[in-house]
């Protein structure tokens, strides 16, 4: 009797673990087994067209002394500080309107979301022609402004000034904020009316219900887009390497990705790249246990 009871149990495992079979299998395939390659690579000499080489941790110690490597990390981190909370700042804002009773709700949060459907490239591109320091859009309209006030104005190269090119670069990632704003906008339609109400009652204005209540229940949603910001901003890539063509003016907008693929793929340093690459993927893991450790104290849960 028991095993006959057992049957249907074991039938229904087997059938789960056949489902989850193709998971599995592409996991190791893909993500198990190039990770732990990587790791291993860390450690070697690689030339890639030669065996690896063992040399234990002499590609970490040589990139300690590589001003690329600290030229690099310092890029992005500074690109991650004004770029993280820039995203969430305007994503929170263009959710709280989208959220409000406005005519076509629909046509304007499809506006808002589209920008993030367009292929990185070509809105890389788009980019490129608006901030062309010498006949892009934005500094023909500036140039033209102007000239109608009869002012002299030399309008700044923004892709190629070692200054500015960084907040250039962060403030364009606006322009991908759809997602974002569309989880935002989920959790505010998810926050019960009764608290509103419940606050208005009690005297409070606009402003002290967006900080009492809107903020404190959406902050498991800020957690989750603060964790993704964070990683999204260290493996960060393709739209600066196009703007700034590989780096920028004496490599301003050099970022730390930019020198994994050159050490991989221009240098043909497959060891000293997995290197950059695990040092890249401690970062980020100690940022975000940084940011669960801190969301003890500001994340509310209901």
Known sequence: MKVSADRPRLREQMT????????????????????????????????????????????FRALM??????????????????????TMGISVMLALLLNCPIKAPGVWRT????????????????????????????????????????????PPDWLGSQT???????????????????????????????MYEAAEIDGAGAWQRLRH????????????????????????????YILTGGGGTNHAAYFYTMYIRDAAFIYTEAGKASALAMIQFLIVTVLTVLVVWSSRRWVHYR
């Open 16 to 59: 789960g673990m056949a489902f989850a079979a193709p998971f599995i299998v592409g996991f190791s395939v893909f993500l198990a087994y190039p990770l732990v390659q990587a790791v291993h690579f860390s450690f070697t000499q690689y030339p890639m067209l030669q065996s690896p080489m063992w040399i234990g941790l002499d590609n």
């Open 65 to 86: 002394v590589d001003p690329d490597f600290w030229k690099s990390l310092r890029n992005t981190l500074l690109f991650a500080l004004m770029s993280v909370p820039f």
């Open 111 to 154: 506006i808002v979301f589209l920008p993030s459907l367009v292929p990185s490239v070509a809105s890389a591109m788009l980019w490129l022609w608006l901030l062309n320091g010498k006949d892009g859009l934005l500094n023909v309209l500036l140039r033209n402004v102007a000239g109608v006030f009869g002012l002299q104005f030399t």
């Open 164 to 194: 500015i090119v960084l907040p250039v670069l962060a403030f364009i990632g606006f322009w991908g904020v759809g997602n974002t704003v569309v989880i935002f906008l989920a959790g505010l339609q998810d926050i019960p009316r009764e």
């Open 213 to 240: 209540v809107t903020l404190p229940m959406l902050s498991p949603v800020m957690f989750f887009n603060l964790i993704m910001g964070i990683i999204g901003s260290w493996s960060i890539f393709d739209v600066p």
